[in-house]
């Protein structure tokens, strides 16, 4: 036939297989981590700005209500190797033009760590797909062993 392994090989292959999703989780931690310190620093400097300039100033109300919207960042998902990654477009609407054209430091700051944001959820997203696929080839190889296993005690 092919090449059978052993008992032994599929322990170690299941052993490298925990370490790696130890690996992954350490880092999805780490990423969501970054995310939660990005968003916390982008609230901070975002309430920061709308002491500077004013409630009415930094709202909703610079939201668009009206017209196509083109986003400066968008994700894509490739369809062959399903990997997702950050598309940037600087022609897209910068959104801080809405609140004027000289905007206190704290404003870009928001901006900037908002952005940090999305690109910290990209990566998260990216490591968690990862996580799914090393837990797929656990399972199967745990399935391998326990048939293995239930071949010797017959």
């Known amino acids: 036939m092919g090449h059978e392994r052993t008992p032994k090989q599929v322990d170690d292959e299941l052993d490298e297989i925990c370490l790696k999703m130890i690996q992954l989780m350490d ?4 990423s969501i981590g970054r995310l939660e310190h990005c968003l916390r620093d982008g609230c901070v400097h975002l309430a920061k ?3 500077v300039m004013g409630n009415s100033s930094v709202s909703d109300l610079q939201l668009p209500t009206s017209g196509p919207y083109t986003a400066r960042s968008t994700v894509v998902r490739e369809e062959n190797t399903e990997t997702i990654n950050l598309a940037h477009d600087d022609s897209g609407d910068d959104p801080i033009k809405r609140f004027g054209v000289l905007v206190p430091g704290s404003l870009r700051m928001a ?17 968690k797909s990862e996580m799914e696929k090393v ?4 399972l199967s190889l745990k399935d391998t062993r326990s048939q293995m296993t239930n071949k010797v005690n017959k």
């Open 27 to 30: 880092d999805y931690c780490s």
């Open 49 to 51: 700005s709308r002491y």
């Open 111 to 127: 901006q900037e760590r908002f952005c940090k944001c999305l690109e910290s959820t990209i990566e998260a997203a990216v490591i």
């Open 135 to 138: 837990r797929g080839n656990y």
